[in-house]
């Protein structure tokens, strides 16, 4: 079974520029998460998407931060405009279910953003 | 204060030592999870448990949910075992939510 897939695998950009970040979750998953993990902390979840409708987006910084998830399988994360302190890496997770109790999330390799 | 608090923050073991990282929370959860991060590399689940202990291979977690600790533990560590260790907490109620903790850095040597 293939993994979550991310990419780019880094990328490194100007303040002021915009980036955007692919994930392509496990096969049947219904539901994906974007983390920001900054360098000595744990991941942040940016938002939760169950098929294409977002079920948490409390921590999204919606000034410059969008994801999407159109059809419910493929999602973006896009930053417009990057900040110094956006710099940190971009975690992609998808899990086959929501709301149970146990729920294993499976993480993509991530993606690491430097903004200069 | 953190919902989700490890220590150690770095660990530095020999080779063939039993490590122990410990994870203490404060609030209602329904499930613990330890996950392990290489550098450069994605995050793999090592376990996901929501009472008493479960063992793979070397690695052995365990769960108090009374004190709301778990603890993970590596017997007879090897250098690829040098990784980050995190543990997070999937909250009552909003069950596929992880909380985080700051992850405990492990580096085992020769």
């Known amino acids: 079974e293939a993994g979550v897939a991310q990419s780019p695998r880094y990328k490194i950009i100007e303040k002021r520029q915009s980036v955007a970040f692919w994930c392509n979750p496990i096969?049947?998953?219904?539901?994906l998460y974007w983390y920001q993990q900054i360098l000595g902390q744990g991941p942040k979840l940016l938002i939760q998407?169950?098929?294409?409708?977002?079920?948490?987006d409390s921590q999204l910084p919606k000034d410059r931060f969008s994801a999407e998830r159109l059809k419910g399988v493929d999602s973006t994360l896009k930053i417009q405009p990057a900040k110094l302190e956006d710099s940190a890496v971009y975690l992609c997770?998808?899990?086959?279910?929501?709301?149970?109790?146990?729920?294993?999330?499976?993480f993509g390799p991530g993606t690491r953003l430097t903004v200069l | 204060k953190n919902e989700v608090e490890q220590s150690p923050q770095n660990l530095t073991a020999q080779e063939g030592e039993f490590i122990t990282i410990n994870c203490s929370y404060s609030?209602?959860?329904?499930?613990l999870h330890w996950l392990q991060q290489h550098p450069g590399g994605g995050i793999v689940s090592l376990f996901m448990?929501?009472?008493g202990k479960k063992k793979h291979g070397r690695l052995i977690a365990t769960i108090n949910i009374q004190e709301k600790h778990s603890s993970l533990h590596i017997t007879a560590s090897h250098p690829r075992d040098s990784a980050v260790y995190i543990c997070?907490?999937?909250?009552?109620?909003?069950?596929?939510?992880?909380?985080f903790g700051t992850g405990t850095r492990l580096q085992v040597t020769l």
């Open positions: 096969s049947g998953h219904a539901t």
């Open positions: 609030v209602g959860i329904s499930a």
């Open positions: 997770a998808s899990s086959f279910l929501w709301g149970a109790s146990y729920n294993e999330q499976f």
């Open positions: 997070a907490v999937s909250n009552t109620g909003t069950a596929s939510k992880l909380t």
């Open positions: 448990l929501s009472s």
């Open positions: 998407f169950q098929n294409n409708g977002v079920v948490d």
